[in-house]
């Protein structure tokens, strides 16, 4: 039943980032039009990614004029909500060289009222393409749910423009195409800044201060945070992921009304709206709702309203997703009035549950294995069986008297808390907690808070038992409201890097291994092995990412095959010139930046296994310094997975790129063997996930670790304070709660690893948790009360493969397998 009620909940929209089928056809041809062609072999059906069919892209008829509007137009079939657009110009086996530096994206959701996307500052021209083979990837924020989608490529000078296209997302069954309510409001307090609550992406209109017809950020995906001044977007003013308004500013009895139009009549069940609750300001969830039912558009409002009573709350000041009950009610628009608990009422997401959209976003769960194993698991329930529907409500309303109580226990054990402090070095001398000569501690904490989020509100037993188990092989916490971010490590604990979290991550954006005792004081140029590489001979492609202090980029390296000789760990010799992958320090970098930069490269320098990305050569005897690492010709090992399927009959009919089991088991084989060359060293990566696997034609998997850095997963990553960024969904539970990393932190990313794998990285871990969620569950393992979530047993995976997975995840370290054991434990499989 428990899993039956976790079905129906609202997917992480952020998190949608599957291809919609340009490049494997099920977009089919009849769906691809365009505004014109230049010839029959550049039509619209030959815009597709990554294909060379035809004369290799779709072309616009003539040169493009800085005035034109040629558009390339998909039909997704569906409302859809679109999330990434990858571009390529006409390579056609080198002899096109076509391609649009920019474009622009126009949509439209019925076909006949096309709207013009931009990002959130206003712009709506995307950067495009350098040449006319490398992809480049934009994520679109914010998304667009729409079902047409036109690509409009943008020229300064009068060119030939040809294009291939990706589309990135996924459907959009709520099928919410409007909502109207009054425009938001400013907050002005006195002796603080502005804040501003419109909605300030809604792409409707806005009529005597009333928005109507269109859709903004109560449907981006984007959930807004517990004080809400902040806000989850760079550059942007305060408040803005809120639509806000004033109680005594509306002119009506102390409500706000909002009308909703959907695609079709639906069978109603329930409405979440995430609500602020920052009390302390003057705002709270909203005290009760009335919500109204239309049957059709040109129809009567039903007089029968459905009613609902929210439990307001005056100790927990995070903001929430309030759930409103809808009865089954069949409508295809809904009037519904919120009713103010105080001067402020704000919202920043809005979704509906309904019959047919349950049956449809259970369809898309099953489609995408979306699924959680909860140790209190049964068979789904059959929508049709009225006493199991009404159990699974039971259920529900239970849960909610126990979150509340555990509120209210939680808020008494706080209090609590607030006089636990941590044993200081010297009274914890001589404590085994520290003895792991290659870990450091980070704690997660936000100096905005008085209670900070992750480690007081969320986790409020943490501190005494992890002071209690201090001395016997736990950790202890120190005592957070006593300290800093850089005050809180135990001053005994050795480190590899500044107690800062942001030196997790290297000065180029990519994540740092840490290492055993490498000092790097006296580190200068002639410290480095590495040979010297002519930098004029690196020929830059494509930026991959970029950091405070640097870049990473594919670059094509002219004769470096030649340069380094016999030994090469090039699998291709005999080529002229090779992609590699070059990090690059900013000439304004800070005098530490550059320190951290050479350590990077000592590091590197240190690895030589056929399972790790290999340092080839360097450029450092003038700025930006450079080091020049292997690139592998399939990219990284999620993309390339997410754009197959498991090998089959219909595969091999279908021409569809696929894997088999066994190519699955051996990238799991090779990525255990880099990882226990690494853990021989003592090195840990900090970051192992699929995106920072790299894949050869021979499906050879180098680990590598720039995946922090590239636009691409930014979703993958809990962004600190604005700053550092953590793949908190691979990470073990003792690196997020207490900044331990170690060689069996690493062994618990890797079983996250496998688990990618074998669902073909068809989505995120933990897809149904949002970052704040995954980070509770960790406190879950730390309690140890049998209550944690655990990822699911993918499909494809052998029973003895996935009980493998589990015994990475074991809540003590000790439980946890050894990169060695692991591999010789997966080795087996791959012969069978």
């Not at 903004?216 to 977007?233: E, H, K, M, P, Y």
């Not at 369809?363 to 068979?379: A, G, N, P």
């Not at 498991?646 to 088999?660: C, G, R």
Request: aromatic share 10%; proline share 5%.
């Amino acid at each position: 039943m428990l899993v039956a009620c976790f079905s129906v909940l609202s997917l992480s929209l952020s998190h949608c980032r599957y291809a919609l089928g340009m490049e494997d056809n099920r977009i089919k041809d009849e769906a691809i039009t365009a505004s014109s062609q230049w010839y029959e072999t550049t039509g619209p059906q030959y815009g597709r990614f990554n294909s060379e069919e035809g004369d290799g892209a779709w072309c616009p008829k003539g040169q493009l004029e800085p005035s034109d509007t040629q558009y390339l137009q998909v039909d997704l079939g569906r409302l859809t909500f679109l999330t990434v657009v990858g571009t390529q110009g006409r390579y056609a086996r080198n002899s096109g060289n076509e391609y649009a530096r920019a474009y622009r994206l126009n949509y439209s959701r019925d076909g006949v009222l096309w709207k013009s996307w931009r990002n959130r500052l206003g712009n709506a021209v995307i950067e495009g393409n350098k040449n006319a083979y490398q992809s480049v990837i934009n994520d679109i924020h914010p998304p667009i749910i729409t079902r047409y989608i036109r690509v409009i490529p943008v020229t300064k000078l009068s060119t030939t423009v040809c294009m291939r296209v990706e589309l990135y997302g996924c459907l959009w069954d709520e099928g919410l195409i409007s909502y109207s309510a009054p425009e938001g409001q400013l907050m002005q307090q006195p002796g603080h800044p502005i804040a501003n609550f419109s909605d300030s992406t809604y792409d409707g209109v806005n009529e005597r201060r009333r928005l109507s017809g269109g859709l903004g950020q109560l449907t981006d995906g984007v959930i807004g945070l517990d004080n809400f001044l902040q806000a989850r977007q760079y550059h942007v003013w305060r408040g803005y992921d809120y639509l806000g308004w004033r109680n005594d500013s509306l002119g009506t009895q102390g409500h706000v009304e909002m009308e909703f139009v959907f695609d079709r009549q639906r069978n109603f069940t329930s409405m979440k709206v995430h609500s602020n609750n920052m009390f302390s300001q003057g705002v709270k969830i909203f005290s009760s709702v009335s919500c109204w039912f239309k049957p059709r558009l040109i129809a009567a409002w039903e007089p029968e309203p459905v009613t609902f009573m929210t439990v307001l709350d005056d100790r927990n000041p995070s903001a929430r997703y309030v759930t409103v009950p809808l009865n089954r009610r069949t409508a295809k628009s809904l009037r519904c009035r919120f009713y103010f608990a105080d001067v402020w009422m704000m919202f920043s997401e809005v979704s509906f549950q309904s019959g047919n959209t349950h049956k449809h976003t259970h369809t898309f769960i099953s489609q995408q294995k979306i699924y959680l194993l909860i140790l209190f698991s049964s068979e789904p329930p059959d929508d049709g069986n009225t006493p199991i529907l009404i159990g699974c409500l039971v259920t529900i309303i239970l849960l909610l008297i126990i979150i509340i109580f555990l509120i209210l226990w939680c808020q008494c054990v706080c209090k609590v808390l607030e006089k636990v402090k941590t044993q200081t070095a010297d009274e914890t001398e001589g404590c085994p907690a520290n003895s792991d000569p290659h870990y450091e501690r980070v704690f997660l904490l936000d100096p905005q808070y008085q209670n900070p989020a992750v480690l007081r509100n969320k986790l409020p037993e943490l501190s005494q038992s992890a002071e209690a188990s201090a001395c016997g092989g736990g950790y202890a916490e120190p005592d957070v409201t006593q300290c800093t971010p850089h005050q809180c490590f135990h001053s005994n604990a050795p480190h590899y890097a500044e107690t800062d979290i942001v030196r997790l991550q290297g000065v180029t954006g990519s994540n740092m291994y840490a290492v055993p005792a490498l000092t790097v004081d006296s580190l200068t140029r002639k410290d480095i092995s590495a040979a010297e590489f002519p930098r004029q001979q690196l020929i830059f492609r494509e930026k991959l990412g970029e950091g405070q202090f640097g870049e990473v980029h594919l670059c094509e390296a002219e004769g470096l095959p030649e340069f380094l000789g016999e030994g090469s760990p090039l699998p291709d010799r005999d080529c002229l010139s090779v992609l590699v992958a070059v990090k690059q320090l900013r000439a304004d970098a800070t005098n530490q930046a550059r320190n951290d930069f050479l350590k990077e490269i000592k590091i590197m320098s240190r690895l030589n296994d056929p399972n790790i990305i290999r340092l080839l050569c360097v450029c450092v005897t003038s700025d930006p310094l450079c080091m020049v690492t292997e690139y592998m010709e399939n990219g990284d090992l999620n993309m390339f997975l997410s754009q197959r399927e498991i090998e089959s009959t219909l595969t091999h009919a279908n021409n569809i790129p696929s894997v088999s089991l066994s190519d699955l088991l051996h990238m799991s084989v090779q990525i255990a063997s880099g990882m226990k060359y690494l853990a021989s060293l003592n090195f840990v990566h900090r970051d192992l996930a699929t995106r920072n696997c790299l894949l050869d034609r021979r499906l050879t998997i180098k680990i590598a670790d720039f995946g922090m850095s590239r636009n691409l997963y930014s979703s993958d990553y809990y962004r600190i304070q604005g700053r550092a960024v953590l793949p908190i969904r691979w990470m073990a539970w003792e690196s997020i709660l207490l900044g331990k990393f170690t060689t069996a932190s690493d062994v618990w990313a890797f079983g996250v690893t496998l688990w990618e794998i074998f669902t073909l990285c068809k989505e995120q871990p933990y897809s149904l948790l949002s970052d704040e969620q995954v980070i509770e569950n960790t406190g879950e393992f730390f309690r140890n009360q049998g209550r944690q979530i655990f990822l699911y047993a993918p499909p494809l995976c052998p029973p003895s493969l996935f009980e493998l997975m589990m015994r990475c995840w074991r809540r003590d370290i000790p439980d946890r397998p050894t990169f060695e054991g692991l591999y010789q434990a997966l080795r087996p499989h791959v012969n069978q």
